[in-house]
Nanobody
Framework: QVQLGESGGGLVQAGDSLRLSCAAS????????WGWFRQAPGKEREFVAT??????????YYADSVKGRFTISRDNAKNEVYLQMNTLKPEDTAVYYC???????????????????WGQGTLVTVSS
């Protein structure tokens, strides 16, 4: 049974940094695309970042709202993915979810429906 578990959320001030982690268990995902999404109160879950697999290494893609501030990375040996969040803003406040595709494939995926497994989420609150 596949399980994803996020950690690292918390309450920070604007301008601070946080690092989210997501650990997978039940199988390995070294050649699968990972994604981070977030859902703010009263809003739909939105794409944040993705890490795709290719034969030459991982590739990444970001939502415009976080580009240059957030960095997604992965450790295939640990079966984990991370989201380094710098220069946080109040509008970054949300529950953050990690997700992974079931089947290995190259490419980048930004749609929620592209992902098969999801974590339970971790809350990030940024105060002004």
């Amino acid at each position: 049974q596949v399980q994803l578990g996020e950690s690292g959320g918390g309450l920070v001030q604007a301008g601070d940094s946080l690092r989210l982690s997501c650990a997978a268990s039940g199988r390995t995902f070294s050649r699968n695309a990972w994604g981070w999404f977030r859902q703010a109160p009263g809003k739909e879950r939105e794409f944040v970042a993705t890490s795709g697999w290719t034969w030459t290494g991982s590739i990444t893609y970001y939502a415009d709202s976080v580009k240059g501030r957030f960095t997604i990375s992965r450790d295939n040996a640990k079966n984990e993915v991370y989201l380094q969040m710098n220069t946080l803003k109040p509008e970054d406040t949300a529950v953050y979810y990690c997700a992974v595709r079931e089947n290995p494939s190259s490419g980048l995926y930004t749609a929620r429906g592209a992902y098969d497994y999801w974590g339970q989420g971790t809350l990030v609150t940024v105060s002004s």
